[in-house]
């Protein structure tokens, strides 16, 4: 293990501290294993716990709210304002913390398109969190290290807890960005999620306003020419899984941007998976990626090391984190060079939506906006039949800037670039959840490569499509490799009276939902809605 070294942090100011600075993987899963924080699993991956904290914790994330932000910022439950004044302060306690500790630091970019990338300094207080920076952002060679510019910097340190009373938190941990002074600090929580998350926050905000980008919470994989496919869903829709194409190069899983010039790019250099009952026979690819090197966050393994990931005791948000080489197909860089399909994913657990749809322009909006899926017994505590749950741009956490300013950047996009847009539903058919089953992930996935390949040809003609009673969404009458009769979630129910009832009551959540919007969206996108009539 090298010896820690005297660095300069930042250079607003001339505080150096002790530091591990850049080291390799191995260095810091040994560093972890010797202050017994995690063990190896039988795979070879490092094993941790995060503490308190096992997933993000929203209503304790922050934006400091001044000249550069006031006005752009869609302030509400997810952007909550803070004082520069408290910020500052806080910010200074945390300095003085620190500077008699031993930290780890590493400086990485976010962005593969060099055009667009940022660089950040993150200083993490244990060694398997800057494992997790290690594999979740991308690492600078030894030449671009020498000229790095950090434009970001992020203090991770979970073991420094707020005082509310006096520093202005709502509880001791904390989630604060502040882009007049391009500081990110993290406090009162190992959690590792709030370190990537707080970066793509800052990249939802910066890259739209600045650079003419949108921003994008969705995987994305490509042809062998470059030709991406774009997949946005919330948790539990299958984006991961619909991505992980084997006859397809992964871009990335998660994050990415979206170029003027038509170009799709990873933020990240790593993928950051849930693993509950994770199998390889349900997904080879994330299994086969966790490895030396990898990082499991709050699972259960015996004393061989062998993980249960039916076991949450823990949590539920059991996670692993890997570099992207981990997966064996991907693009190199992680670019896509022209998009031409895009899909939404939900998981409808009321039965109603069609297993693919295409969508206007103006539904294309109005979706995006919305961001639907179902939550079903199970998910949340206290949910025993189906909810809808809506997320706007299938993200809100993240959006810094009002919906309406990424959905009407996207609708320019796709007229631009002649683009299809599919609803993908991977939830119920045949009655809702409890009485129908689960859509077939075989054809699921026929769909999409119908869809991509030009197989559902995408036009309104009446021949080729029937418009949705309620959702006014144009569903294929064909699909080959589709039994037909799962084409249309009517026919599917035996019972029109029971659909049309069910159908109209998700109808009227989108409504409800969607007022939040009214004010700031044209009568176009608004004519994108469901009757609910």
């Not at 505080?15 to 899963?29: K, M, V």
């Not at 795979?43 to 209503?59: C, D, E, H, V």
């Not at 946005?232 to 084997?246: C, N, Q, Y």
């Not at 089953?437 to 869809?451: K, N, P, S, V, Y």
Request: hydrophobic letters at 35%; a neutral charge; aromatic letters at 12%.
């Amino acid at each position: 293990m090298s010896k820690p070294k005297s660095i300069q942090l930042w250079p607003d100011h001339d505080l150096r501290i002790s530091a591990h600075y850049q080291l390799s993987a191995d260095q810091l899963i040994n560093k972890t294993v010797e202050e017994n924080q995690g063990t190896i699993s039988s795979t070879g991956a490092l094993i941790i716990k995060t503490g308190k904290f096992t997933g993000r914790s929203p209503k304790d994330r922050y934006i400091v709210k001044d000249d550069i932000t006031t006005d752009l910022v869609w302030w509400g439950d997810f952007n909550i304002s803070f004082s520069s004044k408290y910020f500052d302060a806080l910010y200074k306690k945390m300095m003085a913390y620190i500077a008699n500790k031993t930290v780890y630091v590493r400086d990485v970019f976010a962005g593969a398109d060099e055009r667009y990338r940022i660089g950040i300094r993150i200083v993490n207080e244990t060694p398997w969190a800057n494992l997790f920076v290690r594999n979740m952002f991308i690492q600078p060679d030894e030449a671009a290290l020498n000229d790095f510019s950090k434009d970001w910097l992020v203090l991770n340190i979970p073991s420094f807890e707020a005082i509310p009373e006096t520093d202005h938190t709502r509880q001791s941990n904390f989630t604060i960005v502040n882009f007049s002074k391009k500081i990110i600090i993290i406090g009162g929580s190992g959690y590792t999620g709030e370190i990537k998350k707080s970066i793509f926050s800052v990249l939802n905000f910066t890259l739209p306003t600045d650079d003419d980008v949108l921003p994008m919470h969705c995987s994305a994989n490509a042809d062998n020419d470059g030709t991406s496919a774009l997949f946005f869903g919330l948790s539990g829709t299958g984006k991961t899984t619909l991505s992980a194409d084997p006859k397809r190069r992964l871009i990335g899983d998660d994050e990415h941007g979206w170029t003027p010039d038509n170009k799709v790019f990873n933020f990240e250099g790593g993928c950051y998976a849930k693993v509950i009952d994770l199998s390889r026979e349900k997904e080879t690819n994330i299994f086969d990626a966790i490895k030396k090197g990898a990082l499991l966050e709050n699972v259960v393994a015996d004393g061989k090391g062998q993980v249960d990931y039916t076991d949450v005791s823990i949590t539920q948000n059991t996670r692993v984190s890997y570099p992207i080489h981990h997966i064996k197909n991907i693009a190199i860089p992680s670019i896509g060079e022209k998009t031409k399909h895009i899909f939404f994913l939900t998981a409808d657990a009321f039965g109603v939506l069609p297993p693919i749809t295409l969508l206007n322009p103006n539904q294309v909006a109005y979706h995006f906006m919305s961001g639907y899926t179902a939550k079903i017994a199970g998910t949340e505590e206290g949910i025993k039949t189906p909810q809808p749950s809506f997320s706007a741009c299938f993200g809100a956490p993240f959006m810094p800037l009002h919906p309406s300013v990424y959905a009407s950047l996207l609708v320019k996009k796709i007229q631009e670039n002649n683009i299809s847009v599919w609803l993908i539903n991977t939830g119920w058919t045949g009655g809702p959840y409890g009485v129908g089953h689960r859509i077939a992930l075989q054809h699921t996935g026929t769909m999409i490569e119908a869809a991509r390949t030009g197989l559902l040809n995408p036009t309104y003609s009446y021949d080729d499509y029937h418009i949705h009673t309620v959702f006014g969404i144009a569903q294929p009458r064909v699909c080959p490799g589709v039994p037909e009769s799962i084409l249309s979630p009517r026919q599917t129910w035996n019972n029109d009276e029971a659909f049309y009832k069910q159908a109209l009551k998700l109808a009227l959540a989108f409504h409800k939902n969607f007022k939040q919007f009214e004010d700031q969206v044209s009568k176009e996108i608004l004519s994108g809605a469901p009757d609910f009539r």
